[in-house]
């Protein structure tokens, strides 16, 4: 039988004002009925653009040249609106990343769902609430009737990308095509909507899977597309794939993904064979009795909710802590406590051996520039007037002389592994990954004993996470500063972490060394986020161990 | 118990503002220049007695704290008090007055909307370049055109050069025609452009993508997807669309010679009536706060992210 998806040569241009850009550079593939076929690549390397060309929705101004672009037998390359209108949802749904903003915000989930129904007359309208119910049941939402009712902001995460993935099977295509359908969850619900994907490809639908992480492909894909720049630079099955990756920016993918395994290690560098990983430069001594942070029985309520009860920690000094918890767990709300941002309705923070909590801010303010914090979105702590030298130079001590500070600043910059060219940028100029470094800059300007990272790799491409992972590491060991390091994303903590803290509603569940807690776990709910953890050893890495 | 206390803020607000909007008419009709008693005689007979007689009549000699306190428990009770001018109670100046007001205000209003509304979708998106820039053109040329001189632009052609219309008066829908038409096109200009800015950044959100990726047609996303994120912003230039409306009346009654409130404000105004100019400004006032209550409301119903359990 043919494929239900064929793709040769695809060529996808824009028109920009600036000229012609080419998005996609000649690729082909194909996706057989009831198949998985991953494209895994960075921002940039056209794998949304492939997978919205697929519907023709590439967008305005978007070029497609293909010798062959065949859905279920039909050539959709001289479709007009109205066969494409034909073939979205019907033949080919999409789910995109986010529900919050992928399903209209101003609608019930049960009119989203129900819309494919309507548009393709697929039911009547007294047939109508109890298909969506059916279909909201299918994807397992509890309560389907209730929550047909409700808006996308009433329903968690986890539910509304559900209610996504029911408004594009509503029609019954033959093919899903979900871009990122995990990227902004939690890893246990992460879990369970590639459970849910892995069921709806169990019953007959062939899935085009889009995502910049191997580790989730590596779940639920039969084939593995790496895409770089526009092109496919290796294709094969998920084993082979991940376990003799053949091509250059495979392996260095691989080795970019932090673990158990790649602890101590480089990430960005890349290896010369699968496995193999360059040492970083040893650190200084690490002292957990000389505590940096002290902080105890630390408890924040919001009216009647407690968002964080009786926490206590401390990071000793040139100790990396490792703060991992899911969104709500209340591990934001403690960096802005320890951050001195927030006071605490009980507990005390104690910094550098003075008190930090429940003292006016004049009595911190000269302390302040001990303490440093990173941000998940570096831009929107810059002022987005200031250039990048000034964003560093508002950092530096006010001791510098006026004449030595654009000097301290290049160093800074170098430091980094930026060039002195970018002092005059504007920080919305620079990549994500050059203004995570800009924040890194002005972190570690006045010498801090203690930097809060928040997320600070988050919103990174694997490659580019590695490199800022990296960098970290290089600094902490020079500088010797302690990390106190928050993530939702286990192999991140795991690789640069020495201790980690477990939080879940609030509380501290479990806390230890880094290695005992992720491979001895005690607590039930650290059990559960490892077992969710997407990795690479489940598709066959025997050599990596599981972070 | 929470809404409860919301509506009564709400409720007490609008209070507050009537009672400054009242108290600040008054003050400044006090402060204006002219005399209340030579206002009242006008072109009647001027001797002493007469003068002794108004001043008793009306309360004149009064301190002009007491005048101002009586005035606003009478107007608590509803009433509007005598015209100086007329000599009649000042609501059955304006009640007479109101309805074709009432008329051409809601006729503008509505044309002003529903052709925004056309405009905004008919050329939001990219889809047609050429008319899009015809329009946002001819909006702000609109928008920038005082209303009179659409008016007589109007009246000239449809009016004296082809008779369409009546020139002037209050005579059937037909009459209604081009002073609602006038009135409206400036509304229509900056409500369409609200829109139309509105719905583009709508559409270029992810949930539209995902609406379009279920087949949905072109028109579908405008009216079902992008239009209710679209209202948001127009919702709060309902107050603007009143005053305009307000505004405008007075003007387009004049130059299409209707009947209204525009011409009772005007000659209370001209001739220092101070009960009828007190009553517009209050009437105006409350006007205003019916107008963003509902406009609050409205954005509850628009989006239901506002809504609190």
Not at chain 1, 354 to 361: C, L
Not at chain 1, 402 to 416: C, G, K, N, Q, Y
Not at chain 2, 34 to 57: F, H, K, L, M, S
Not at chain 2, 205 to 212: E, G, I, S
């Amino acid at each position: 039988m043919a494929p239900l998806v064929t793709v040769e040569d695809l060529h996808v241009d824009f028109d920009t004002p600036t000229g012609r850009v080419a998005a996609v550079r000649g690729i082909s593939f194909t996706v057989d009925r009831g198949e998985c076929v991953a494209v895994v690549g960075e921002s940039g390397s056209g794998k949304s653009v492939t997978a919205r060309t697929l519907v023709g929705l590439a967008g305005p101004g978007a070029r497609i040249r293909a010798a062959r672009l065949d859905l279920a037998g039909e050539d959709v390359r001289t479709h007009r609106a109205r066969d494409w209108r034909r073939v979205r949802g019907r033949l080919a749904g999409l789910v995109l990343q986010d529900a919050l903003v992928s399903l209209d915000p101003l609608r019930t989930v049960g009119a989203e769902v129900g819309e494919v129904l309507t548009t393709h007359g697929i039911v009547g309208r007294r047939e109508r609430a109890g298909r969506v119910a059916h279909l909201l049941d299918l994807v397992h939402l509890p309560e389907p009737e209730r929550r047909a009712r409700q808006y996308p902001h009433q329903l968690s995460g986890g539910l509304r990308q559900r209610a996504l993935i029911a408004s594009a099977i509503a029609g019954e295509p033959a093919l899903l095509i979900a871009d990122e359908p995990t990227t902004a969850l939690d890893v246990t619900v992460q879990a369970q909507i590639l459970r849910l994907l892995a069921e709806r490809r169990a019953a007959g639908v062939s899935l085009l899977l889009i995502s910049h992480d191997l580790a989730v492909v590596a779940q639920v894909a039969d084939r593995v597309l790496v895409m770089r720049d526009g092109r496919v630079v290796e294709n094969g099955p998920t084993d082979r794939l991940l376990r003799a990756p053949e091509h250059p920016y495979t392996r260095q993918l691989l080795a970019a993904v932090p673990s158990a395994s790649s602890r101590g290690r480089r990430l960005a560098a890349t290896p010369p064979v699968a496995g193999a990983r360059v040492a970083l430069p040893a650190r200084v001594e690490v002292r957990p009795a000389d505590r940096v942070l002290d902080a105890r029985g630390l408890t924040k309520r919001y009216g009647e909710h407690t968002v964080v009860r009786d926490v206590t920690f401390s990071v000793g000094r040139g100790e990396t802590l490792g703060l991992v918890g899911e969104s709500g767990s209340g591990k934001s709300t403690v960096a802005r406590i320890v951050a001195g941002l927030l006071d605490p309705e009980a507990g005390t923070v104690s910094f550098e051996g003075t008190p930090w909590s429940a003292v006016r801010e004049r009595t911190r303010r000269p302390m302040r520039r001990r303490l440093q914090l990173i941000s998940q979105d570096p831009l929107s702590s810059f002022d987005p007037r200031y250039t990048v030298g000034q964003v560093i130079g508002e950092n530096l001590d006010p001791d510098v002389d006026r004449r030595d500070r654009r000097p301290h600043v290049v160093d800074l910059l170098r430091r980094v592994g930026l060039g002195p060219d970018l002092l005059d940028r504007h920080p919305r100029q620079l990549s994500g990954g050059q203004r995570q470094r800009v924040a890194i800059a002005r972190a570690i300007a006045p010498r801090p004993s203690l930097i809060i990272c928040d997320e600070p790799v988050s919103a990174l491409d694997v490659s580019v996470q590695a490199q800022v992972l990296d960098l970290l590491a290089e600094l902490r060991a020079a500088d010797g500063t302690a990390l106190l390091f928050i993530s939702h994303d286990l192999g991140v903590v795991h690789h640069l972490s020495d201790r980690v803290l477990v939080m879940h509603d609030g509380t501290v569940v479990e806390q230890g060394p880094v290695g005992d807690v992720f491979t001895h776990p005690r607590h039930d709910y650290t059990r559960s986020l490892l077992d969710a953890l997407p990795t690479l050893v489940a598709a066959g890495r025997p050599q990596e161990e599981r972070p | 118990m929470r809404a409860l206390r919301a509506v009564a803020r709400r409720i007490g607000a609008g209070l507050l503002v009537l009672w400054v909007a009242a108290t600040a008419a008054y003050l400044a009709l006090l402060a204006a220049p002219g005399d209340t008693v030579d206002n009242i005689i006008g072109d009647g007979a001027d001797t002493p007695d007469i003068r002794a007689e108004i001043i008793a009549q009306w309360g004149l000699d009064r301190p002009a704290v007491v005048q101002y306190v009586d005035y606003l428990v009478r107007l608590v009770n509803g009433d509007l008090g005598r015209s100086y001018l007329l000599q009649r109670p000042v609501s059955d100046v304006i009640g007479e007055q109101l309805l074709p007001t009432l008329a051409l205000a809601v006729a503008a209003a509505g044309l002003g909307v529903l052709l925004a509304l056309v405009i905004a979708v008919a050329t939001a998106g990219n889809r047609r370049p050429w008319l899009r820039r015809l329009s946002s053109g001819t909006e702000l040329l609109l928008v920038s055109t005082p209303s009179f001189l659409i008016g007589l632009l109007l009246l000239s052609v449809l009016s004296f050069r082809f008779r369409f219309f009546p020139v002037s008066g209050d005579q059937g829908a037909g009459a209604l025609v081009l002073p609602a038409v006038t009135l409206a096109l400036p509304i229509a200009g900056l409500l369409a452009q609200v829109l139309r800015d509105g719905l583009d950044r709508a559409i270029d959100q992810p949930f539209v993508l995902t609406a379009r990726s279920r087949g949905v047609r072109e028109r579908g996303v405008l009216l079902r997807h992008a239009l209710r994120h679209a209202l948001l912003p127009a919702v709060s230039l309902a107050g603007w669309v009143f005053g305009i409306v307000i505004g405008g009346t007075v003007i387009v009654e004049q130059v299409f010679g209707r009947p209204g409130l525009g011409q009772v404000i005007l000659s209370a105004v001209a001739n220092q009536d101070m009960p009828v100019v007190l009553a517009v400004v209050t009437l105006s006032a409350a006007g205003y706060v019916v107008v963003n209550t509902a406009a609050d409301l409205a954005y509850l119903l628009v989006d239901p992210r506002l809504r609190r359990s």
